[in-house]
């Protein structure tokens, strides 16, 4: 079993930066890697980023890259997600998940956090 809480989520205004965090506990190292989705309002769940255990591989969705950074804190089995430069359409419910390796594929993943809310105004 793996728990994933989700923080960091609030309501923010267009061009400002916010950062989510994924606290990880139980069997995590049974997984090699996390990844962020997204689902915005009426909207299906998307791939953001992901990123391995180890911290030496990640990988983006093209549309966020130099937008948002995926980083990790092994002393605390965190993982970041730090977006910059927000727009009303970053607004979504935000999930971490953890799969057996670095993935975009949603199928992949086995445990997923309860999610954050990101709301952007513009």
């Known amino acids: 079993q793996v728990q994933l809480v989700e923080s960091g989520g609030g309501l923010v205004q267009a061009g400002d930066s916010l950062r989510l965090s994924c606290a990880a506990s139980g069997r995590i190292f049974s997984y090699s890697g996390l990844g962020w989705f997204r689902q915005p309002p009426g909207k299906e769940r998307e791939f953001i980023s992901a990123i391995s255990w180890s911290g030496t591989r990640t990988y983006y969705k093209d549309s966020v890259k130099g937008q948002f950074t995926i980083s990790r804190d092994n002393a605390k089995n965190t993982v970041y997600l730090q977006m910059y430069s927000l727009k009303p359409e970053d607004t979504a419910v935000y999930y971490c998940?953890?799969?057996?390796?670095?993935?975009?594929?949603?199928?992949?993943?086995?445990?997923w956090g309860q999610g954050t809310q990101v709301t952007v105004s513009s």
């Open positions: 998940a953890v799969a057996d390796g670095i993935t975009p594929h949603m199928r992949e993943y086995r445990y």
